[in-house]
């Protein structure tokens, strides 16, 4: 089945159901992985399993739902494996893939938003903040965490899933969520967040290095991801000045360099582009109750961006 691919009239139902459900295996996939990339991956390959079924399996199958779920995650579970192994090799920092606003990127057919099951994707568990909390989770404990407690799948149903015992995925889930709590920052309200985004933007693009220094937290961070193909930090910046005189670097040496705010993973963030309007980077920031900018993630990477483009 084409990934796009749309229930078409006269259709079986149980083939109908199966082919709604790619926005909810999309955004599943992506939280388990953190790229787009591979979740499209993830996604494909489940519903290659499910028309290997025989046609009177696949109708016996009460909930295909359930079925696509459970496949789509012990595939996101293997892929997490692999995939920890290829981020060893990564050259420099390793960010997720940042996504524009939901209707770009979880269906091709976007009427399929409509599904109120489906609007999970538009909340804060695509947050990039949760997102790199998550890749420091083992891959069982965040495909864990994932369908307990952004799908609310009971962990009779996750164990079969990771294969281990309801009272084991209970435990997994506790340290998954204290991994969460340990890195959770106090909530702003998207209007604050909002203000100082715009204002952490006119700061950047005039290059008023004292508006900037005072946009950003004393102890403040930076992470750029290139993946070795584009020029990028390799190392995290600290510290408020530090952070930006870096961004300030970055526009003295492209100097064509212009700023929009647009969604990122469902909060505000910046998007850099060029004189051509191509995308150079993506960039999510945590703002903090102070008013200022406690953490910046820059994703630079080209292959992480098609979306954008």
């Not at 220094?213 to 190392?235: C, H, K, Q, Y």
Request: some cysteine; aromatic content about 6%; hydrophobic content about 45%.
């Amino acid at each position: 089945m084409p990934i796009g691919a749309r229930p078409q009239p006269g259709e079986p139902p149980e083939l109908v159901d199966a082919i709604r459900e790619r926005s909810v295996l999309l955004g599943l996939s992506y939280r388990l992985l953190g790229s787009l990339a591979d979740a499209e991956d993830v996604v494909q390959e489940t519903y290659v399993r499910w028309y290997r079924l025989a046609e009177e399996d696949r109708r016996g199958i009460a909930h295909p739902r359930a079925w696509l779920v459970k496949t789509a995650s012990r595939i996101g579970l293997d892929t997490l494996s692999t995939a920890r192994a290829r981020r060893e090799r990564y050259v420099g920092a390793w960010l997720p893939e940042p996504l524009p606003t939901a209707s770009r990127w979880t269906s091709r057919d976007v009427s399929a938003a409509v599904d109120p099951a489906e609007r999970v994707t538009l909340d804060d568990s695509v947050s990039m903040a949760l997102l790199v909390v998550l890749e420091s989770m083992t891959p069982a404990e965040r495909v864990v965490f994932v369908l307990h407690e952004v799908f609310r799948y009971p962990y009779a149903e996750i164990a079969d899933v990771v294969g281990r015992t309801p009272a084991a995925c209970r435990q997994l889930a506790s340290s998954a969520r204290r991994r969460v709590r340990e890195q959770q920052r106090t909530p702003v309200s998207p209007a604050d967040h909002a203000a100082v985004v715009h204002s952490f933007k006119t700061a950047w693009q005039s290059g008023d290095l004292a508006a900037l220094i005072d946009l950003l937290d004393p102890d403040a961070g930076a992470i750029t991801d290139g993946g070795g193909l584009v020029s990028a930090s390799r190392e995290p910046v600290q510290g408020a000045e530090a952070v930006a005189t870096f961004l300030l670097d970055v526009v003295s040496r492209q100097p064509d360099l212009t700023l929009r705010e647009e969604l990122v993973n469902g909060e505000l963030g910046l998007v850099a582009t060029d004189s051509d309007d191509h995308t150079l980077a993506v960039i999510a920031l945590v703002t903090i109750p102070t008013g200022r900018v406690g953490q910046v993630w820059a994703v630079r990477n080209p292959q992480k961006l098609e979306v954008w483009r």
